[in-house]
């Protein structure tokens, strides 16, 4: 059994510094750039720019309402010196094959959603959206490069580019908010109509934008598994404090900036007459218009990089965390064989999880190509109506008897939490009522 990091026998709680700060951030930044990917850049700036300020209620509720069940993944990791996944172990076999389920049944259609907005964005930033044969293509090497990365890089690779690349996308789009606050709303077009929120192809937007607020909740396993490894590469391990700074700061960070896409989409685009286009090249296009607007032409290619690299970063972030996923589940499964243990140790497993996603993902793409919202949503619902038996098994873990009392969440947490179930529970109880009865 993993030792917990917060037996007696440890030494008093260190003191946080800078130098300290520095040796544990890292996951909580991989977290935020992985969420600002399709759920920011696709789904807000879809929200604003249909229906204005309208659905800020949702991303607002959807970033409160599901902190707890991520803090979670980050807390357990640092008490526990293990893995969600090693929770879901504890509580039963019958959990961790739940977990695996789920897992199975979502990362291939939520790869293949992210691979093809950056495909997108690719193809927009070098000029190749007018050449049919490269839509496919440009996934498949996006796809290739994203697996070699990780093959050959694991870890390091990831974590020294996400942190570049985030804070070019955070600055360039504070300053686009910044602009487009001073510049107010577009002129709404004569005649214009607000859209019903309730109707039904409106309310299936809005469970598939919380869906992903900030991102699916059965990732959390993911910050338990980046905390671990961060630990590992580093040789230092973090006080509890110091393990959800570096969470929360991520956290917040990518909730501010999903309502700042909320805003461009409502002030640039919302009542114009326009509508954000269908195909993942031409939608990347309108996003980048967004800060080119406000910002200036000039800055068209370093937005278009910057876009570019957060959702490539995304793309690496997503295969890095299902195969790892994958692998530990794999671990717990058959660590009685003598056999697997060994290729485990050599990371075939991961390995093996690696190309399994990426084939997956590119074989849903090839089907969806030319269905780009559909396949957004069809992902971004599927995470939602799961999210409440992961919030509910994480909440279970950092509260129950083999969990640290001191490391156990305060009662405000706790209460958020509990509200945070009912909420995810609701909505996803009344979004099946909806599809089976109205």
């Known amino acids: 059994m993993t030792k917990n990091v917060h037996d007696s026998d440890q030494t ?21 750039c992985t969420a600002i990917g ?99 293509f440009t996934t498949l090497v996006l796809l290739i490069c994203c697996v070699l990365i990780l093959w050959l890089g694991k870890y390091s690779i990831l974590d020294s580019l996400i942190k570049i690349i985030g804070a070019v996308l955070l600055v360039s789009t504070l300053a686009a908010f910044v602009l487009t606050l ?32 900030p991102t699916a909740v059965d990732l959390s396993t993911w910050n338990s598994l980046w905390t671990l490894e961060r630990i590992k590469q580093t040789g230092y391990q973090p006080s509890l404090k110091e393990t959800l700074f570096d969470f929360n700061f991520g956290y917040w960070v990518s909730a501010v900036l999903s309502i700042c896409f909320v805003t461009l989409g409502a002030f640039l685009i919302y009542g114009s007459g326009t509508s954000m286009p269908g195909g993942s090249a031409g939608f990347a296009s309108k996003v980048i218009a967004l800060y080119t607007t406000t910002i200036g032409s000039w800055s068209y290619l370093i937005i278009a990089s910057a876009a570019f690299s957060i959702m490539f970063g995304t793309c690496i972030g997503v295969l890095d965390g299902y195969s790892r996923a994958l692998e530990r589940t794999a671990e717990l499964v058959f660590y009685n064989s003598e056999r697997a243990a060994k290729e485990l140790e050599n990371r075939r497993v991961y390995v093996f999880s690696l190309f399994t996603v990426a084939i997956g993902a ?49 009662k405000w947490l706790r209460l958020l939490s509990l509200a945070g179930i009912v909420f ?3 909505f996803s109880l009344f979004f099946i009522y909806t599809k089976l009865f109205v």
């Open 12 to 32: 008093p709680p260190k003191k946080m510094t800078l130098k300290s700060l520095l040796k544990t951030l890292g996951p909580g930044i991989l977290f935020a």
């Open 38 to 136: 399709v759920s920011h850049l696709v789904q807000s700036t879809r929200a604003g720019a249909n229906y204005g300020f309208a659905l800020l209620w949702a991303v607002l509720a959807a970033n409160i309402f599901k902190y707890p069940f991520f803090e979670f993944g980050s807390r357990y990791a640092n008490a526990m010196g293990e893995s969600l996944i090693d929770g879901y172990n504890r509580i039963g076999k019958w959990m961790l094959g739940l977990y695996f389920l789920i897992t199975i049944g979502s990362m291939f259609f939520v790869g293949a959603a992210v691979v093809f907005v950056t495909a997108g964005f690719c193809e927009n930033l070098f000029g190749l959206s007018a050449i049919a044969p490269f839509k496919l």
């Open 182 to 213: 001073i510049h107010g709303p577009i002129q709404k077009v004569d005649g214009f109509l607000p859209p019903d929120l309730w109707e039904g192809a409106s309310f299936a937007f809005l469970i598939a934008l919380m869906g992903w607020m």
């Open 362 to 410: 590119f074989v849903i793409i090839s089907l969806f190509a030319d269905k780009f919202k559909i396949l957004i949503d069809l992902a971004t619902t599927i995470s939602f109506l799961i999210a409440p038996v992961i919030a509910i098994v994480n909440y279970r873990l950092v509260t129950w008897e083999q969990f640290p009392v001191e490391a156990r969440p305060g």
């Open 424 to 426: 995810l529970t609701g």
